[in-house]
């Protein structure tokens, strides 16, 4: 990958917090016109690495590029062209939203005459244009967190950074939000996202970056990545519960009810194993209406990755 | 510099959306009017204003005892306008996602500095009408309205700087907040104590005679000479030394000497005339009754508040400077407890 391709390269990022070693190797790419997710446990070192992205933290060693620039001695460069929403962050709360905006393009010195037309165009693109004299503090969790999001676009960033932008939203936003980072990667933009809502991930992103204990573990075009070696478990349903058990026992399948959403089991073997036992009961007259795996397959190789470590 | 103004207008407005500014200036302001009608009927008295005709006379005495009393309940404020800007922002999560724009740490920083200082200066500037009262009661000058209001507005942007680096020292809120309480008490009690406490246990000895009594003896004399400048940053000690001269009016005596005297009775002056004189070294001089080891009458030091008040500049310049410094971003250490956006 060349640098003009990439919205961020790192290399070896390493960052203590005096005893504590919060990232101790991680590797990331981040080409342009792509999403990548970074996927790892609480205390992975997600945070800590997208905060020496984003030009607010000094790495111990590593080598790191944002939009072709050190962040370390090149910060006023990268932060032209990175936008970043923390996982946690405060509003001006009596501002409006507006106002809000207008104060975030004038500190990133875009000149006073389009300050208010950048502000009504990021509100519409938040789904808030109705909000735009309200009061922050009157915006709902998730409409807080498109306001949020939509502020690290101030600027038109290249590189987009995104700690958590999922929490707090609800189903609809959720998707939404999916529809907007798939526009902006779009756009031609590098965008990171990182996320425990591993279903949504998996659905937006082109790349995947795991980490667990501060180190990258693997990077993986969503298309390729490895087969889960664990058990993984497949929601079934059939016209006539009582059948499918019986014949699920028959087999000496463990299965477990889910309530009404149907009956779980586990699957040993990946994918081909799933498939022999759907034919078998297909083929034992069980009328299977329902077959799928609980979870996507992000989130089971980001299991079956987790608990490798262990 | 358009930097410092987007950060200076941001907190501003959050300051003025979030408390009640409104009653909190009312209410300073009629402390402060109530104050000088206490102190214009207590300066109104015969006794201290001898003729009617210097009845004219009565702003200086007003003015002074009014200023010291905006400057010491300025001192109560002004803390709270700064001391819980930098990390109250760290707490509430606002402050990195500022420092990732395109403002630098300077800009941040002033922007700050400007906002609470302003906020003082509003406080200030709503006890001018009171200034203009005392104008109109006679014995001052303008120059000396504007002289101590300026320094008033200097010492509350000092005191708002050095509050503003301690909140980005501090991780907590309600520590830097005490901090910077201590510090103005630290300014203005501990300096006084100190001068007080250093001056005690700093005399020397002296051989005078008094040849009334017959005869020479040992004396232990004070030597303010030696530690006044334990004193001079004292804000207040600034702000009457610094204030320019009260008008006089030449007096001609009956054996036709003049003398210049004060129109009224005047504390700023006073304080100042004080000031002046611990600043002169007694010296071994003769008298009609002998030979004395004192000042000599007539006799003063300089002025004490260029010292002091370049000393408390200092301290500003160096606040600033640490407050820049820790605004900086990326940043290589993290304060215990401190998180970073």
Redo the contacts between chains.
């Keep these: 990958m060349t640098a003009a391709q990439a919205g961020v390269t790192a290399r070896g990022i390493r960052r203590s917090?005096g005893p504590v070693h919060a990232v101790q190797g991680i590797d990331l790419d981040v080409p342009l016109g792509q999403v990548t997710a970074l996927v790892g446990p609480n205390g992975a070192g997600k945070?800590t690495a997208m905060?020496?992205l984003?030009?607010?933290?000094?790495p111990d060693a590593g080598e790191v590029r944002v939009a072709g620039f050190d962040?370390?001695t090149q910060?006023?460069e990268v932060?032209?062209r990175?936008g970043?929403a923390?996982?946690?962050?405060?509003?001006?709360d009596?501002?409006t939203c507006r106002?809000y905006l207008e104060?975030?393009a004038?500190?990133?010195?875009i000149p006073t005459g389009q300050r208010t037309d950048r502000a009504r165009h990021l509100l519409e693109l938040a789904r808030l244009p109705d909000k735009a004299e309200q009061p922050v503090h009157s915006l709902s969790r998730g409409q807080k967190q498109r306001l949020g999001l939509v502020?690290a676009l101030v600027?038109d960033p290249a590189v987009l950074l995104l700690d958590e932008p999922a929490s707090g939203l609800d189903p609809r936003s959720r998707v939404e939000l999916r529809d907007l980072l798939r526009r902006l990667a779009g756009e031609g933009r590098a965008v990171l996202v990182s996320s425990h809502i591993l279903s949504d991930l998996e659905e937006v992103a082109d790349r995947v970056v795991f980490v667990d204990g501060g180190r990258t573990v693997g990077q993986h075009a969503i298309g390729d990545m490895p087969q889960a070696r664990t058990a993984r478990t497949y929601r079934l349903r059939g016209l006539d519960p009582a059948a499918l058990q019986a014949e699920l026992e028959k087999r000496g399948v463990g299965w477990a009810t889910a309530g009404h959403a149907g009956i779980d089991v586990q699957v040993l073997g990946g994918e081909e194993s799933a498939a022999r036992l759907l034919a078998e009961l297909v083929a034992a007259d069980v009328r299977v209406t329902a077959f799928a795996p609980v979870g996507g397959s992000l989130e089971a190789t980001y299991l079956d990755l987790v608990e490798g470590q262990r | 510099m358009?930097?410092i103004l987007?950060?200076a207008?941001?907190e501003f407005?959050?300051r003025i959306?979030?408390g009640r500014w409104r009653w909190l200036v009312g209410a300073w302001f009629l402390v402060l009017l109530g104050v000088t009608l206490l102190v214009r009927s207590a300066a109104d008295q015969e006794n201290l204003v001898g003729d009617l005709e210097e009845q004219r006379t009565l702003g200086a005495a007003m003015f002074g005892v009014v200023m010291l009393v905006v400057l010491a309940l300025a001192l109560l404020v002004t803390p709270a306008l700064a001391a819980q800007s930098v990390n109250g922002?760290r707490e509430?999560?606002?402050l990195?996602?500022?420092?990732?724009?395109?403002?630098s740490a300077a800009e941040i920083a002033l922007g700050k500095l400007l906002a609470s200082w302003g906020t003082a200066l509003v406080f200030l500037g709503v006890t001018l009408p009171l200034a203009l009262w005392c104008y109109l009661e006679g014995g001052l000058s303008v120059l000396r309205i504007a002289g101590v209001y300026l320094v008033t507005a200097l010492l509350l942007g000092i005191v708002c700087a050095i509050s503003l680096a301690l909140s980005t020292l501090l991780a907590r809120t309600t520590t830097s907040a005490v901090l910077a309480y201590l510090t103005v008490f630290a300014l203005t009690v501990g300096t006084l104590v100190t001068f007080g406490l250093v001056t005690a246990s700093v005399q020397t000895e002296a051989t005078v005679r008094n040849d009334g009594y017959g005869g020479s003896y040992e004396i232990t004399v004070p030597r303010p000479d030696k530690t006044w400048f334990l004193l001079a940053p004292n804000p207040f000690a600034v702000l009457a030394d610094s204030a320019p001269a009260a008008p006089v009016r030449t007096i001609e005596l009956p054996n036709g000497d003049t003398i210049e005297e004060p129109l009224s009775v005047d504390v700023l002056g006073s304080m100042s005339r004080e000031l002046h004189r611990i600043r002169a070294a007694p010296r071994y001089h003769d008298t009609e009754y002998g030979t004395q080891f004192a000042v000599p009458d007539g006799v003063t030091g300089g002025p004490v508040w260029p010292l002091g008040l370049g000393v408390n500049l200092l301290l500003a310049a160096g606040a600033i400077w640490v407050t820049i410094v820790r605004l900086r971003?990326?940043?290589?250490k993290?304060a215990r407890g401190q998180r970073?956006?």
């Design positions: 917090f945070t905060l020496v984003a030009t607010l933290l000094v962040p370390i910060a006023g932060r032209a990175m970043w923390p996982d946690v962050f405060g509003m001006y009596t501002l106002e104060t975030m004038a500190a990133y010195r502020r600027h | 358009n930097g987007t950060v207008r941001l407005r959050l959306r979030a922002d509430r999560g606002t990195a996602t500022l420092q990732v724009t395109r403002l971003t990326p940043t290589r993290l970073i956006a």
